[in-house]
Nanobody, 116 residues
C-alpha cells in the first residue's frame, strides 16, 4: 500500500495562490497515477485533478484554467498549483492512487481556506 502525505494548505485571500504537495513515502512508483480530491463540510469528496502515468492530465470543470497538477518523479511528489482561488475552493484536499480510492484508504489531507 502506497503511503501518501499531503501538505501545503493554509489560509489565503480570494484571488491568491497556493501549491499543495503529495509525497509518496515509498518509491516514485507511488506517484505514477495520482488524483487530487477535495471535500467540504457536508459534501462528498470530489476529484479535482489527475495526472496519469504517461503525464496526461485532467481537471474538473470548476478548476480548469486555475489549477495545475504536476509531478516530480525524482522527489516522489505530485503538486497541485492553485491560482485565482475562490471561497468555493475551501475544502480539505487529499491525494490518492486509484487503488487507494477503491480501498477507501485516505491520508489526513490538507486544509485550504479561501477568505472573501
Amino acid at each position: 500500500q502506497v503511503h501518501l502525505v499531503e501538505s501545503g494548505g493554509g489560509l489565503v485571500q480570494a484571488g491568491g495562490s497556493l501549491t499543495l504537495s503529495c509525497v509518496s513515502s515509498g518509491s516514485a512508483d507511488g506517484v505514477k497515477d495520482i488524483t487530487w480530491y477535495r471535500q467540504s463540510p457536508g459534501k462528498r469528496r470530489d476529484s479535482v485533478a489527475r495526472i496519469f502515468m504517461d503525464g496526461q492530465t485532467t481537471y474538473a470543470d470548476s478548476v480548469k484554467g486555475r489549477f495545475t497538477i504536476s509531478r516530480d518523479i525524482t522527489k516522489s511528489t505530485v503538486y497541485l498549483h492553485m491560482s485565482e482561488l475562490k471561497p468555493d475552493d475551501t475544502a480539505v484536499y487529499y491525494c490518492n492512487t486509484p487503488r487507494g480510492r477503491v480501498d477507501n484508504v485516505w491520508g489526513q489531507g490538507t486544509q485550504v481556506t479561501v477568505s472573501s
